[in-house]
């Protein structure tokens, strides 16, 4: 079969063995898979995902020296079964599925592994007691987008949102959309989000950011606190020693860039007792000064990934039309695309999702 593999440090085409499934085990058909921001970082940091991954004991590392299948925003078509199989869904069912394989040693990672190959090849193996069926006739394409949508649905619930905070959303690439979507349903509002691309503050506004910054012209800090200011009422309901600080409601910062420098950003322009959801994945060392934090008494909650009800709950959203998972789609590439679409990638005005189709 055919895959799109990192090796030697580039993505190539080339054949690979048919897969073969064991007992618990699925053999499917990639339909459609994401790219994901993690995945570019991984091609240009995957050094340092290795390096890391040496202090989680159990997690077995990537061997560079050896060929790597990335991949792991998929949806699926069921073609066969391992032997001891229950074969709960029939093949041709359509399914999604948390990116890992069940094993007797325990769960392993799916599209950052050697062994377990990604969605960027033509066909893959999965768990079956980890498939959902991809529900009301929903697109291939749209499906995979579930595992993003729950990531943001994740960092959303990691927040303990109250109910009086008022949100920025800082980057709205394909995780702080999905943050955005994922506060729209908890019903929290005004959303305020900031990001250099006018492409992509025009998605954030469609899944449902209520107030766009560019902050090349406005400092998003500044526009937030127009939009938290309290009103009369909960000026006066303030203790006495409250009455010094700037009358803002709470602050729920989410960081979705994950470059170095944004989080002393952060620590710089957020109001004192704000709670800072760190999303972006940032793959260098980089540096703030505690004593913002110390003096600003910030609460800053580091997410990752989602639970499997989280996902689920996720692919139920897409399916039942509540997130516009399609607005973030703005390509689709065969596996001889996929590393013409990283570079793609690269420029925020061009794509923001490209869902590799490796059976095109």
């Known amino acids: 079969m055919r895959a799109a593999i990192f090796r030697n440090g580039e993505i190539v085409v080339d054949a690979l063995p048919e ?13 459609a898979c994401g790219i994901c921001g993690s995945d570019l970082h991984a ?16 997690r077995k590392p990537m061997d560079l020296a050896r060929d790597v299948v990335f991949g792991h925003e998929f949806c699926c078509e069921i073609l066969d079964y391992g032997p001891g199989t229950p074969r ?20 392993k990672a799916i599209g950052y592994s050697n062994d377990n190959i990604g969605g960027y090849a033509e066909r893959m193996l999965l768990s079956e007691a980890l498939l959902l069926e991809v529900p009301n006739g929903l697109a291939a394409e749209h499906a995979a987008l579930t595992e993003p949508l ?37 019903g929290l509002h005004p959303i305020v989000a900031a990001d250099y691309s006018p492409a992509r503050r025009a998605l954030a506004e469609k899944l449902g950011a209520d107030i766009v910054v560019d902050p090349a012209r406005t400092q998003a800090f500044a526009t937030w606190a127009e939009h ?66 110390i003096m600003k008494e910030l609460n800053v909650q580091y997410v990752l990934g989602y639970t499997p009800e989280e996902f689920a709950h996720s692919l139920g959203l897409i399916a039942e039309g509540e997130v516009d998972a399609a607005s973030m789609v703005t390509a689709t590439v065969g596996i001889e695309g996929v590393a013409g679409a990283f570079a793609d990638l690269a420029n925020p005005e061009r794509h923001t999702k490209i869902i590799v189709e490796p059976w095109r």
């Not at 390096?51 to 159990?58: N, S, V």
């Open 88 to 107: 709960r869904l029939k093949p041709g069912t359509l399914v999604c599925s948390l990116p890992a394989l069940l094993t007797p040693e325990g769960p």
């Open 19 to 31: 897969p073969e499934p064991s007992a618990g085990q699925v053999v499917v058909k990639t339909l």
């Open 150 to 186: 729950a990531v943001g649905v994740h960092a959303v619930a990691k927040a303990n949102v109250r109910g009086d905070e008022v949100p920025l959303v800082i980057g709205c690439g394909p995780v702080g959309l999905a943050v955005i979507a994922a506060l729209k349903i908890k």
């Open 228 to 293: 938290a200011a309290m009103s009369r009422e909960q000026q006066a309901a303030r203790p006495a020693m409250q009455a010094w600080l700037p009358a803002l409601k709470p602050a729920l910062i989410f960081e979705c860039v994950g470059i170095p420098g944004l989080i002393q950003q952060v620590f710089e322009g957020a109001p004192r007792d704000a709670r800072i959801v760190v999303v972006g994945v940032c793959m260098e060392t980089d540096r703030a000064e505690p004593m913002l934090g």
């Open 43 to 58: 091609r240009k940091h995957a050094h340092r995902m290795v390096e890391l991954a040496r202090h989680f004991p159990g």
